[in-house]
């Protein structure tokens, strides 16, 4: 074990870099320029850009006509720590036990950006030299939804063109078990407002009479599945590109299915779309599912009311190549065409991103798989996740490129929960993996002409 | 107009008789003590009953064999004044404007039981003693549930023996309109939640293959009612008492309807059970009313979250001759029938209260009637209310007497809320009206021998 790198690696999570607070402003600064620091001592050309929020650093080497380009996109920031009694150790003091490094941010991106930076760093050292063109990119805003990176890709677009993103930010099925990731779902919000009376309403007196905007809500909600399990929008499944075989084939061998997610959700049971197991609906199913529901009393006991509104949150998780705005546009019509006049419905569309799916079998993912498999000497398990990380669309869009989540993290490193951890030796294998992964893309034929 | 007698009133109000408060705790004693003294000063034989929370009232005039015995009931403690920002004038500093005072428990129910007492004694100077044997009882805890007058009537059973109770705690159904409210609706109330997870979850990585409570939830309290708007819990309706001709028929020609009811309450459409009016939705129909629900995330914008719980609080007016207990077992049952194994549901029963019916054409019923008529000089509207009052049954049980609730509070006296307000015109109806009603008693044949 490399006890410099261990260093490196506390010394990086003791900054306190939360993006959300503001009294942290400074402190994320420091952290955005150790790490230029850093990286500009691996002997790559660094700066940090200022971007209005926190900075983005950014470095490269020696960009060669011939060889492809390559970026690794990561971020320095860190989510909140609340609740921090929660903590066993202070989550700024970097705590290693057992092998785990316990500290906010260790698994959720420090310890896998930093894995890539020193990879690079041992590479540079021991050949004078990358096998590609590199461009790291390392965020200060990932935790607050990226505000500025878009920007910054467009302004930096011909500075930044690349043929493939490496993004370590994703998991691991298992411990061991080398982990790519090629699809992600995409996300439609919306928010519900049901109102009725002009003000509470006692429910005694006017009990009856009048419709209950909770009652209301509640049969809108109730109608967004059948018995089934199954989303009733019309329309909602239409454009779902269906699971591949091999697909279905490969997520059924996984170390990780119905007993992992029953243990690591406590629900009594599993429950889901018919006709589906749980990873398929996880990962490539669409669902509607309600965020938040308040309306009238939330207290202790009860109060005899008929509240005069009613609100839910709904998110809809989307799979290729379902349209978002087309999504939202369905479930608004199909809730109106439902609302009594006896209420008022509003319905208000809220933030969106696309699915996403790359082929995990095209040239840059076999140089992925390549590299896992040689990192951790095991076969490769291809999956998608269910959740959704919109800057592959960014760089989709903005760069034309695809990206490769290539996951270095655990089920149980806690990440935006008390206790994150990462262990240590995930931490080394991600230097290896940065090794094998430059070396596998630089087999790769360049489509991007980056030198200058 | 009696000035005295508006400057009793307007002194009453003064009082802030606030019986939930423990800060206003020697104001509520101040309150009674006062009362106390203007009964004793009218001739009656008084005193504050200790209770071990706020005194009870007691006051009687010397009773006589042969003659009935009259109770009248009222209570001298109030709402809160929160919002107080809401009020025009300070809550307890009463403002006469335009013929009506201003002030919190003016028509809830100070106006209406100092009438009371202001008539007994213009009676007695006037003629020396009353027509009928009479009890004032006048609590001070009817605001936060009653807590000590069951106990206390239980306790002084022998020296309560009468043979009818008046109450003027209901409302006219409009300004001028003598209003006999003979039936009340009972309540049952429940709460339901709903536990999936051992933790809030993240719905992208976990939505598709775990039951969201909410979307359970959603679907429980949507089943409670049919496409009509019935109640669809199976044997809801057994024990319905169907409407008599007679009510259907008073009713329809009421000048208090779905105008009104549209108007009062601000909804854009009215809505209720098929094939009943308004009113008789109101007040012989039994309803499921959801008063609360909450779980998940309800602050600005949108948090990816399956919660892990989510709960709603329901209450349920019953009419005569449905069974509080009864409704809730089949409602709980119902409601666990359908309970996917995938989630847990607690159902909590709460509080519950029977329905009341009175038959207004009784002997004291049509002395009632010949009061009101003769008081406000119109024929007198029989209706039933929607909410619900306690003390009547729990006169019928421990005393074994029917209560007579002769409205004087207007449809917009806003008791509870900011403004509460009450007319001197109704004010001193009151006192006409008490005594005519003590004559018109007078007049019934005494069944309850409390002289002593």
Chains 1, 2 share one sequence.
Request: charged fraction near 20%; glycine fraction near 10%.
């Amino acid at each position: 074990m490399n006890q410099a790198h261990v260093e490196d690696l506390t010394r990086f999570l003791r900054f306190p870099s939360v993006s959300t607070d503001p009294e942290r402003r400074q402190d994320v600064r420091a952290c955005a320029q150790w790490l230029a620091g850093k990286l500009a001592a691996q002997g790559l050309q660094t700066r940090c850009e200022e971007t209005g929020g926190h900075p983005i650093v950014v470095a490269r080497n020696e960009h060669r006509a011939g060889r492809p380009t390559v970026m690794i996109y990561g971020h320095y920031d860190v989510q909140p720590v609340d609740p921090v009694a929660l903590w066993d150790s202070p989550p700024f003091e970097p705590r290693i036990e057992n092998g785990i490094v316990f500290a906010r941010g260790a698994a959720d991106n420090k310890g896998q950006i930093l894995a890539h930076v020193l990879g690079v760093g041992e590479t540079l050292a021991e050949k004078g030299g990358l096998p590609v063109n590199l461009i790291f990119v390392i965020e200060g805003e990932e935790e607050v939804g990226s505000t500025h990176l878009e920007s910054f890709l467009t302004a930096h677009r011909d500075e930044l063109r690349c043929d493939v993103v490496a993004v370590s930010d994703t998991g691991m099925v298992a411990p061991g078990v080398p982990t790519l990731t090629y699809g992600l779902r995409g996300i439609a919000a919306m928010e519900l407002k049901v109102t009725g009376p002009a003000t509470d309403l006692h429910s005694g007196i006017f009990g009856g009479a009048v419709a209950n905007p909770l009652t209301v809500l509640s049969r809108l909600l109730a109608s967004l599945h059948d018995a089934q399990g199954r989303v009733a929008v019309p329309g909602f499944y239409e454009d779902v590109a269906p699971l591949a075989d091999w697909e279905r084939e490969a997520w059924r061998t996984l170390p990780f299915g119905d007993a992992e997610i029953q243990r690591l959700t406590g629900v009594p049971a599993l429950h889901g779309e018919a006709g589906f197991t749980s990873l398929e609906r996880l990962w490539a199913r669409p669902t509607a599912e309600i965020n938040g529901v308040g309306g009238g009393f939330q207290g202790q006991g009860s109060k005899t009311v008929i509240p005069r509104e009613a609100f839910a949150k709904l998110t809809f998780r989307l799979v290729p190549n379902q349209d978002p705005q087309k999504i939202l546009a369905s479930v608004g019509a199909f809730l109106r065409a439902q609302c009594p006049p006896s209420v008022r419905l509003e319905v208000l569309d809220g933030h969106c991103g696309e699915p996403y799916a790359a082929d995990p079998h095209s040239a840059h993912g076999k140089a992925a798989q390549g590299a896992l498999k040689s990192t951790f000497g095991r076969p490769v398990a291809l999956i998608r996740e269910g959740g959704s990380i919109p800057i592959v669309n960014t760089f989709r869009r903005v760069l034309g490129v695809e990206t490769l989540l290539l996951g270095l993290a655990l089920p149980d490193c806690r990440a935006h929960a008390p206790n994150e951890n990462f262990p240590l030796e995930n931490f080394f294998a991600g230097i290896r993996l940065n090794r094998a992964l430059l070396e596998e893309l630089a087999a790769c034929s360049p489509q991007t002409d980056s030198a200058r």
